[in-house]
């Protein structure tokens, strides 16, 4: 399955509905498939990338949750724009999405956060993301502080929330073994999307 042929006659008119249609091949098969890497970059484009967990994606974007205060949310007030990157090895995929970022409105980060386990709500009130801290333990009475303070109920902090990436670009990258990879680039033009074949 990993050098299948991705062909012409193959892609779809959407780029959103070829993504669904990979997204759909990838359970199962993929043993973490929401995970993709984040790039950003500060105002004067020195770059930088890690991996999230995807949420959501729908018409409106791709969605992600962080702090806004780690090294990305600082890059993304700077610089709202991104690039993601899903690499489905097992099946010979990779699935690239550019575009503007926008932060979620605070009752759409809320409802996200009410549904995280208390660990990870606990987790994202503790840590103040990407900052030098001295050692795991600190992290550990911390997280019990708070619970013993706080028990359940636990908002979610005015620094943390949701990222959405409105998608301008999509690259659909299928692997074949003669090294010749089938690649489909989606742009938008106006309201419509231009589809074209690059070369691998």
């Known amino acids: 399955m990993r050098a299948q042929p991705f062909l012409e006659s193959d892609a779809l008119g959407d780029p959103l509905e070829q993504f669904r249609r990979w997204w759909q091949d990838a359970q199962g098969v993929v043993p973490l498939p929401e995970a993709m890497a984040v790039a950003t970059a500060t105002a004067d484009g020195a770059p930088s ?25 600082r890059e993304l007030t700077a610089n709202p724009r991104a690039a993601l990157l899903f690499h489905w090895y097992e099946l010979g995929r990779q699935v690239r999405i550019e575009g503007a970022v926008e932060q979620l409105a605070d009752e759409e980060s809320d409802r996200y956060f009410e549904t995280r ?35 359940e109920e636990l908002i979610r902090p005015d620094f943390w929330g949701g990222y959405r990436l409105i998608a301008e670009t999509y690259e659909f990258w299928q692997h074949r073994d003669d090294r010749l990879h089938d690649r489909f680039q989606y742009r938008r033009d106006g309201d419509r999307w231009v589809r074209e074949r690059l070369a691998p």
Do not use: C
């Open 49 to 73: 990338v890690r991996m999230v967990l995807l949420k959501q994606a729908d018409e409106r974007g791709f969605v992600f949750h962080t702090n806004y205060e780690s090294r990305k949310g």
């Open 117 to 151: 386990p208390l660990s990870g709500r606990l987790s994202a009130w503790i840590s103040r993301q990407s900052e030098a801290i001295p050692s795991r333990e600190e992290l550990e009475e911390r997280v019990e502080t708070l619970r013993q303070h706080l028990g």
